[in-house]
């Protein structure tokens, strides 16, 4: 008889366990999937902190929306299956907004748009035309719409896939790739102005891709409530001027895209 | 349930990935067991001077995870000028050279251990049948010592090899495409990671069985005379 009270007691303290992640699941706790290689936008200090204007901004929508919420860092490649696969809520990861990635998450409105360029030694390459860069190898993030790009209408360079943003840049400045394709904002401020990046200028112009509107905040396709949420956070910071006062503190240019 | 129509297209990508960890797996063990041999004959050397620099090296190597290793060539050695100005760049600027050498390099380390404790386990019987014959040094080597403790080492350079071939799926690191990476590129880009995944653990099982399989062949061949026999029966 006491065994069986033990043998029920446990089998209720078994089920609690079992229950118990369902009942944490229901806390508005907001999980931000984010990256940590793509600086100034996600970078993780030498502490560990994570920092940059990607986490400057889910730390305001945060707060505007009243949620609590935790970082998880991802690879930028897994991104979206992780997001599908509930890991995460939503993705601030500098994610670009095109019609494949709609294909399998919604986005927010924008909050930011900066363009790509090509980055090359000085005056290595006349332009950064398909035939100037043929047989060239070209340096890009694996798995991202630049690279998509390159794949579309440089099939006669060789493009060489790098798992991180950083990793373009550090591939480029050792010589293993002839030009890097990147975030034109990352190469600038995380490459170009550093003393790694002496010598190697943009080369051509700014390019855009993808669906041209520009960086958005992706969350899972049945999770409209959340979308909207964000769209009327992001909506806030920009008319109270904070986001405005974020962007300052990394950029001397507008990048709001609007 | 599961997408049989994802997995015949993509069957081509993971055919690539094979070959690729095929042929990394290949040079490496080839690079290893060729660099093994002398390093074991050191290593169990009476002379400390030829001793102990192998031992320092195993230790190093085995002491650190390959991954690191990995990081270090491709990586590390990359941020020195006087090596990006060398004539072993062209080398290093290669990821398969880098990730062939860290292969190697790491493989040669347990290979050594493996050779060196086989050959320190000969029966002391067979060597001295060899020096009453008057055999020198070289010749009980060649003739005795490393075909014997070869045989008998087959069994854990077998799980060495299972290890390497399992280790090729780091190479991703240094953007080189090989099996596990074509997982990976197959999961993100059709977010079906059972599928991408089951299929790459069912080739990675199959390699891994061809060469547990093959090891045994070699066994069955090599070490016949160390099976248990049976014994003749006294009643006959």
Known sequence: MLKRTFLSAAGAAALALILAPSAIAQAPKLRIGVEGNYPPFSMIAPDGKLGGFDIDIANALCAEMKAECVFVQQEFDGMIPALNAKKFDMIVASMTITEARKKSVDFSDPYYDVPSRFVAKAGAFADHSPASLKGKKIVVLRNSPRAAYLAENYKDSEVVLAGKETEVYMELAVGRADVAFGSSVVSAEAFLKKPEGKGFAQLGPAIRIGAGSGVGIAVRKDDEALRTRINAALAALKASGRYKALADKYFDFDISGS | ?236
């Open chain 2, 1 to 236: 349930m599961i997408d049989w129509a994802l997995l015949a297209e993509s069957w081509p990508l993971y055919l690539n990935g094979l070959k690729v960890s095929l042929i990394l797996m290949a040079i490496s063990v080839s690079a290893s067991f060729l660099l093994s041999v002398p390093l074991a004959i050191a290593r169990v050397s009476p002379n400390p001077w030829l001793s102990k620099p192998v031992f320092l090296y195993t230790y190093v190597i085995r002491g650190t995870p390959l991954l690191v290793q990995l990081y270090m060539i491709y990586f590390g050695l990359a941020q020195f000028e006087w090596l990006r100005e060398s004539i072993a760049w062209p080398l290093f600027r290669n990821a398969w050279f880098c990730a062939w050498l860290a292969f190697a390099l790491n493989s040669t380390a347990y290979t050594t251990e493996i050779l060196a404790g086989a050959l320190r386990q000969t029966p002391s019987g067979e060597l001295e049948a060899a020096r009453s014959l008057g055999m020198s040094t070289a010749t009980i080597y060649g003739r005795i010592l490393l075909p014997s403790a070869i045989r008998r080492a087959l069994p854990q350079y077998g799980n060495e090899l299972v290890m390497v071939m399992h280790a090729t799926s780091i190479a991703s690191a240094v953007t080189i495409v090989e099996l596990t990476r074509t997982a990976r590129d197959v999961y993100y880009n059709h977010l079906a990671p059972f599928e991408a995944f089951g299929l790459v653990a069912v080739f990675y099982f199959v390699i891994t069985f061809a060469l547990v399989g093959l090891v045994k062949l070699l066994e069955g061949r090599f070490l016949r005379h160390l099976r248990p026999m049976s014994i003749p029966s006294k009643a006959a």
